[in-house]
T-cell receptor, first 112, second 118 residues
């Protein structure tokens, strides 16, 4: 089944403890992206990648890192999480700019 | 930068009736793509419908159709014969065809919460 898989689905962590949210797609998509969703704000892009080793900042990149060493994987790294990074995170991929994104199931992150 | 505005935070519709969700956007580009996504309580983001700006014909997908008014920068979603399973948050989104900078991203509106009444 064609899908974007992100893990974990739920995560509670403490301020400053490094964490990684994994994302993998099996559709050979070129484009991958991370979004965060907050009430009243819709989805905002954190980072974007258009191919292996090519990444770019979105609207809210501060406090996040990404890497794209393989086409299928695009992990999101929070080096020192803070409470304002409590949010619902989505990984997504698409074949081209004209295609819609396929989204993962989301990761609910709480930083205390 | 492009912006997407959904002015209706909440809407409701009676089952089997028709409802229209509004979306406007701001851009200086002539070619782009527009999307409607649905997010049910499961929180999964599901692509509902897609419109290419250079096509004048409005996109349709079964009970879902759009009214695309390029000059007015308007992209509304019409849901016909509403069903209980249509209850969800609906997001309008814009995607540029350009490859540089912020044009690479999919820009979302703030969403419209649709309730379907039995």
């Amino acid at each position: 089944e064609a899908q974007v898989t992100q893990n974990p689905r739920y995560l509670i962590t403490v301020t400053g403890k490094k964490l990684t949210v994994t994302c993998s797609q099996n559709m050979n998509h070129e484009y991958m992206s991370w979004y965060r969703q907050d009430p009243g704000l819709g989805l905002r892009q954190i980072y974007y990648s258009m191919n292996v080793e090519v990444t770019d900042k979105g609207d809210v990149p501060e406090g996040y890192k990404v890497s794209r060493k393989e086409k299928r994987n695009f992990p999101l790294i929070l080096e020192s999480p803070s409470p304002n990074q409590t949010s619902l995170y989505f990984c997504a991929s698409s074949l081209s700019r004209g295609a819609g994104y396929t989204f993962g199931s989301g990761t609910r992150l709480t930083v205390v | 930068a492009q912006t997407v505005t959904q002015s209706q935070p909440e809407m409701s519709v009676q089952e089997a009736e028709t409802v229209t969700l509004s979306c406007t956007y701001d851009t200086s580009e002539s070619d782009y793509y527009l999307f409607w996504y649905k997010q049910p309580p499961s929180r999964q983001m599901i692509l509902v419908i897609r419109q290419e700006a250079y096509k004048q014909q409005n996109a349709t997908e079964n009970r879902f159709s759009v009214n695309f008014q390029k000059a007015a920068k308007s992209f509304s979603l019409k849901i016909s014969d509403s069903q209980l399973g249509d209850a969800a948050m609906y997001f309008c989104a814009y995607r540029s065809v350009l490859s540089s900078g912020s044009a690479r991203q999919l820009t979302f509106g703030s969403g419209t919460q649709l309730t379907v009444l039995p």
